[in-house]
């Protein structure tokens, strides 16, 4: 059980709930002990009765009915107290959960774009809820029926030793058996819950996908391969789960044949003992009663067992996780104000997932309020830096600096808050077209974002739908075209009111007569902003302060518009072809 030990902070944060619990499960148990000690006595009675005479008839039915009224009133406390034991360790089981679950979330926030590369959407969201599901059973049922069988042992084992010692060691003979077998079985269990897990991660990552890629299932007629497929997976999956099902179902069976041994044992000797005159007829009634009682605690510990070892399979999952390390620290808490100077200082970035040389050797400045083009052929590196800019990647070598200070001794936090990302591959939420926009500025008010909407040209656009503003997006925003979901994004990073904004070839599905208006908005409206726009077109970035022609990686030129189209070059050539080509 080593790496459910992660859960001991949990049991620590709860502990006197915890404590609470067991306590009433103790009174619960010795409640429901009460019982079988008031029917052994009832039998005692009536064998004396019958016996000898020497009690009187009116005698015998009044201390039968103060047994009955006894034994109801015993087993009525003692379903209050239950009910108040399940109420108190089973809501510790969904603290425990809400919190491990926002522990998981957060730690998802933190890791790096690394991570999110080497690890898919499915099996993330299967660790943060089948696993831990699987976890909340060990801490809530599992404890639960863990410390009321415990109890019951320890209470009526007691008893019965006081009552009957040579009986009630016959009575336990199967008990260490019954934990011998528990321990092989287990060890079982445990391999095949991480592999049931596992197959349940891959069957969520390929559903994820599929419903995700639909529009491009369905255009490519592949319904059938994808429906083949998924078949494939949930057989893996039914497959896994039935093999674990078998080594489970071996619990139930075991604990009902050796509680069947020990009732036989128990008439046996105890038959013997009454028999000689040992014991009374009502402790041999008794002895039957507690280990019908000890059935389903005994029962239970197979099914505990189970339990713990999927729980323990699964937090191993989670712990995997947990235990990640991103490769981007963020050291600095302090507050400031961001200015928006930014320096490139022989900078070279190689992707450490494909090891391809992203930036080899970069340098260039920009100064605060001014704007960047950054033009070149795909692969020449023009959004690694933006991702660079961002911190989503460090360097290998060189330095990113903003303000004159280095990037990695800024917090972190700071320069996302003042950054404006629109990336190639516009993302938007399932809500209203409102709050994606607001999400750049969660505060920003409705005029605010009509306001930016206008700059990002896609107000009127807003405006002619059913709901306006407040119309629901489809999943990635599937019901708006290529060149609305761009703009909406754009408006989302002008509201946040930054102080470096990058737009990274977000205008390339509109035309250029729109994208030449929102740029200029962009140039114009937000002139306190440094701006970098990165693009393969000329007339993206012909009206930036400075442009500089990327090819894999190196700095090829770099100059203003009017400077580049009469050098001789790259960029004069991509000009004049582009220019041809209207």
Known sequence: MKELRYLNKFFLEYKNRILIGILITIIARIFALIAPNLVGDSITLIENYFLDKSIENDILKEQLLLNIFLIIGSAFLAGILTFLMRQTLINVSRFIEFDLKNEIYSKYQELDQKFYKNNRTGDLMNRISEDVSKVRMYVGPALMYTINTISLFVIIISYMISVAPTLTLYTIIPLPILSFLIFKLSKKINIKSKKVQESLSRITTYTQESFSGISVIKSNTIENEVINSMMNYSYDTKEKNIDLAKFQSWFFPMMILLIGISNIIVIFIGGKQYINGEIE???????????TMLTWPVATVGWVTSIVQQA???????????????????????????????????????????????????????DQGKSLGIIGGVGSGKSTIAELILRNYDPVKGEVFIDNKSLKKHNLDIIRQNIGYVPQTTFLFSDSILNNIK???????????????????????????????????????????????????????LIKD????????????????????????????????????????????????????????????EGSHSELIIKEGYYKDIFNQQVEGK
């Open 281 to 291: 007829l009502g402790v041999l009634a008794e002895f039957i009663i507690y280990v």
């Open 498 to 557: 930054p102080k470096i904004i990058i737009l990274d070839d977000s205008l390339s599905a509109v035309d250029t007569e729109t994208e030449d208006k929102i740029f200029r908005n962009v140039l114009n409206h937000i002139s306190n902003c440094t701006k970098i726009i990165i693009s393969h077109r000329i007339s993206t970035v012909k009206h930036c302060d400075k442009i500089i022609v990327l090819n894999e990686g190196k700095k090829i030129q």
């Open 439 to 493: 999400f750049g500025n969660i505060h920003a008010s409705h005029e605010d974002v009509i306001r930016f909407s206008k700059f990002a040209n896609v107000h009127e656009d807003i405006n002619g739908f059913y709901n306006k503003y407040n119309s629901i997006l489809g999943e990635r925003g599937i019901n708006l075209s290529g060149g609305q979901r761009q703009r909406i994004a754009i408006a989302r990073a």
């Open 312 to 366: 323990e399979a699964s937090q191993k999952r989670i712990n995997e996780f947990l235990n990640e390390k991103s490769n981007i620290d963020n050291n600095a808490n302090d507050k400031y104000d961001l200015k928006g100077e930014i320096e490139f200082n022989n900078v070279s970035l190689i992707y450490p997932e494909t090891k391809i040389v992203a930036i080899n050797n970069l340098s260039f400045k920009i």
